[in-house]
């Protein structure tokens, strides 16, 4: 079945914004192979762009970062998927802006992905269901189309929305690539798994600016691989933020400040200091 598109617009850009993990308990590893999560995702205001068109094939070309543009690439397969389920006759011309790094625990990718579904969605309006088309590309995507802070729970699938006080904080990115695999790979071996989060401590915790009582069960098995992101939790310290954290499965670790120019400060700093790193001051959104 062919569909008009519903905005006549050349392009239209849309924001993919990157997400951190206040917090990522794995509980243990289940039956089917895949891990009991439970997290306290967050979207930043940070991201990727994404041009989006109508056009009769689909088409992909990534600006920003040395990336495939066909079946390997999230944003391409998210696009067929749902241009499939759709029953669309013609395509989409995407240009991805790639402003993450990557492999960094940022959710890139997966915000790239849900981003991709909702602009087709917009732009062929169809009965599809989303999040089911969402949770085949990755775990993380469902959080992406969900558009708000939530408690991820099951393989991060469940999903339960949540209120989060405004969080300034800085990202730092030493330039190790880590994949989940590998981090969960370690993770098992050492069977390093954690209790569920204390969510409603880590909210007071942000409210009040104190030390948030999280943890991130991947940090001490990546960490201990990779002598940069030791030195990236430390320079957040030095540099007066907060309770330093992995994000996700690394290698990107954040630092809360006690607003929005202390964290342009610190980010100052740090970038300063360590020129070869992606530093970024950010806030929740």
């Known amino acids: 079945m062919s569909h008009v598109p519903a905005d006549p617009a050349p392009h239209v850009t849309y924001f993919a914004p990157a997400k951190v993990n206040l917090g990522l308990s794995v509980r243990d590893l289940r039956a089917d192979g895949y891990h009991e999560l439970h997290s306290l995702m967050v979207p930043l205001n940070v991201g990727d762009d994404l041009d989006i068109a109508p056009a009769d094939t689909l088409t992909l070309s990534v600006q920003g970062a040395d990336l495939p543009a066909d079946e ?15 029953g669309v006759d013609g395509g989409a011309a995407i240009t991805l802006h790639k402003r993450l790094p990557l492999a960094s625990g940022l959710g890139g990718g997966s915000s790239d992905a849900a981003t991709t579904l909702m602009a087709l ?3 062929y309006p169809a009965g599809v269901d989303l999040p089911t088309l969402a949770l085949k590309l990755g775990a993380d995507v469902p959080f992406f189309l969900l558009g708000r802070a939530a408690v991820a729970s099951g393989v991060g699938e469940i999903l339960a929305p949540l209120p989060v006080p ?3 904080l800085v990202l730092v990115n030493p330039g190790v690539e880590v994949s989940a695999r590998d981090a969960y790979t370690w ?4 069977e390093a798994f954690t209790p569920a989060l204390d969510v ?7 409210t009040n600016g104190r ?3 999280y943890l991130n069960a991947l940090q001490g098995p990546v960490a201990a691989r990779h002598a940069p992101i030791r030195e ?6 030095t540099a007066g933020l907060h309770s330093p954290l992995m994000s996700g499965s690394g290698s990107t670790c954040l630092g809360l400040a006690r607003d929005d120019a ?3 400060d610190a980010a100052h700093a740090l970038a300063r200091r360590y020129p070869h790193w992606w530093v970024q001051a950010t806030r929740t959104l």
């Open 72 to 86: 390997r690439n999230l944003v391409f397969r998210a696009a067929r998927a749902y241009l499939d389920a759709a």
């Open 121 to 123: 969605a917009r732009l």
């Open 166 to 168: 405004p969080v300034s």
């Open 187 to 190: 993770l098992d071996a050492e």
């Open 200 to 206: 409603e401590a880590i909210l007071a915790a942000l």
């Open 211 to 213: 030390p948030v009582p």
């Open 232 to 237: 990236a939790l430390t320079a957040l310290e």
């Open 262 to 264: 202390h964290a342009h």
